[in-house]
Structures are given as structure tokens and as C-alpha cells.
């Protein structure tokens, strides 16, 4: 369903494991960086009353699991560590078309959206099945139903609001840069790190 072009080496999910205050610090920040974007695209895109009004309640679920992992973070003792640059996300977003037009930018934010979506997803599988806090491992599951629904959605309305542009084709080209892109991360204790 996700498309991606390289899977995760479920090596990652050890490193994680081994570094769960870092790999909980990050993830709270993404959740925050993902209820922003979405309200980025909202501001850039507010004719668009559909996508309005459910990437409004996207923003809000993503403050949520922001909050939810910030709850872990403080029930385990940890702290919420400072916010770090997420290497991963910037590298991706060099591909993004950002001298386009306004429509052919939305369509770019939104399968940027949907690809960064896929990979937390495939990543929060990874850690679902594989590490052995239980607690964890269900929270990780519930989170990988939520970001399948999050990618769909974003692919929905880029086909949807882009019907003069090759979608598919614009969505194919990501998925190549990202395969290659993510050859160099999964070795460290972040999200997409």
C-alpha cells in the first residue's frame, strides 16, 4: 500500500529500543513538525474548503499524539528533549517543486506529506513488531493505523486537486529520490534517522 521503494532494516528497531528516550523525544517533535505542516498547507491553500476542513482535524490528531508521547515521555521519567532538525525531512524537501505554480507547490506539500506519512508508518510497523515493551509495541501499532490514513488522505486530495498534473508520475519520481535518499538512514535513534 505504502509504495516505498526500500524497507527499513529491522536493525533499526534495536537501535531504537536500545535508545527509547531519544527515539520518544524525536517522535514528539515530528508529531509537532506534522500538525504544523498541515497547518502550513491550510494557509496556502485556504480556497480548497475540503482539504480545509480535514486537514484541520489532522493537525488536531497530530497534537494529540504529540501529546500522547509527551505522556510517555513524562509516565517513564524522561524528559522532553530539545527539537532537533530532522535530516531526513529536509533532504526530502529539496525535491519538493518550489518555483511552480501555486497549484503543481500544493500537489508537491501534499505528496511530500504523503511520503513523510509513509515512512513514519513503515517505521512505527517496524517498531510494533519488533520491540518488547508491549506498551509500546500496541502504542507503535495504533500509530502506524493513524499515519496509513494520514498518507492516504494527502494522496487523495493531491489526485484529486491535481487533475492537470501527472500525479502518478510526480508521485513515482519521489518514490525513486526517497529509495534512494533513505539508503543512508536507519542507523541512528530517530524517527526517520
Known sequence: MLHLKL???PRWARIAEEHIEEILTDHAWCEQKAATNAITIITHNSQYEDLV????ELAKEELEHF????NIIKERGYTLGRERKDHYVNQLYKFMNTGGNRLQSMVDRLLFSA?????SCERFKLLSQNIKDKELAKFYHDLMISEAGHYT???TYARKYGKDINVDK???ELVEFEGQ???S??????IHG
Open 7 to 9: 524497507e527499513t532494516d
Open 53 to 56: 476542513t480535514d486537514l484541520l
Open 67 to 70: 501529546q500522547m508521547v509527551h
Open 115 to 119: 511520503m513523510i506519512e509513509a515512512r
Open 153 to 155: 488522505l494527502f494522496i
Open 170 to 172: 510526480r508521485w513515482k
Open 181 to 183: 535518499l533513505i539508503r
Open 185 to 190: 538512514y536507519g542507523t541512528s535513534e530517530t
